[in-house]
């Protein structure tokens, strides 16, 4: 149980265009979602918390309007990248909370290259 | 600021050992704790939970939780090569912000042959 899935796990886009990352749990449903990028031999960074049916909050230094946030359903979350630059070139990891004691299920994760 | 504080490494041990990882958490108040495994290039797979005080065993993992020093640990018998990843030690507390986890920056393990 606890799976999460991330669609798609590798993009190539061209700089100035947006990208969308799906994250499903596929077997449980997550109320909150996480989002987080890791650049290389880093440590995970949460970028933002995604509730259902709710405006998601941004961590400090994460630019809301450039990096979209929707939570529609208990199942999925999106993440959109507007007009992607080099330098958010990264692994994008979503991860699902499941039950009351706040564990969370990372997805596989998507590698962003933006060239 | 709430911190958690794990030894980078590398931890270097041979095939057939005990790893044992270590982690501290600042925040007193911290509820949960959890120990992921990611191995490089992926993302990270949870392995263990705990909640109490004590020690909780799954196969060749213990975990171990100590609130009044505030210190978390996990224990690997008879390890692997299989387990050369690095271990993110996370914790979060009930009354958090939507129950973030804050992690750790993660020990890397190698195991040697």
């Known amino acids: 149980g606890a799976v999460v899935s991330q669609h798609p796990s590798r993009v190539i886009c061209k700089s100035g265009t947006s990208v969308k990352i799906e994250c499903r749990s596929l077997d449980f449903q997550a109320t909150t979602m996480f989002w987080y990028r890791q650049f290389p031999k880093q440590s995970l960074m949460l970028m933002a918390t995604?509730?259902?049916?709710?405006?998601?909050?941004?961590e400090q230094g994460v630019e809301k309007d450039k990096f979209l946030i929707n939570h529609a359903s208990l199942t999925l979350s999106t993440l959109t990248v507007t007009s992607a630059h080099p330098e958010d070139s990264s692994f994008y990891i979503c991860?699902?909370?499941?039950?009351?004691?706040?564990?969370?299920?990372f997805g596989p994760g998507t590698r962003l290259t933006v060239t | 600021q709430k911190e958690v504080e794990q030894n980078s490494g590398p931890l270097s041990v041979p095939e057939g050992a005990i790893a044992s990882l270590n982690c501290t958490y600042s925040d007193r108040g911290s509820q949960s704790f959890f120990w992921y495994r990611q191995y490089s290039g992926k993302s990270p797979e949870l392995i263990m939970s705990i909640y109490s005080n004590g020690d909780k065993e799954d196969g060749r993992f213990t975990a171990q939780l100590n609130k009044a020093s505030q210190y978390v640990s996990l224990l690997i018998r008879d390890s692997q090569p299989s387990d050369s990843a690095t271990y993110l030690c996370a914790v979060t507390n009930y009354g958090g912000s939507q129950g973030n986890l804050i992690f750790g920056k993660g020990t890397k393990l190698s195991v040697k042959p």
């Open positions: 995604s509730n259902e049916g709710s405006k998601a909050t941004y």
């Open positions: 991860s699902a909370q499941a039950g009351a004691l706040y564990e969370q299920y």
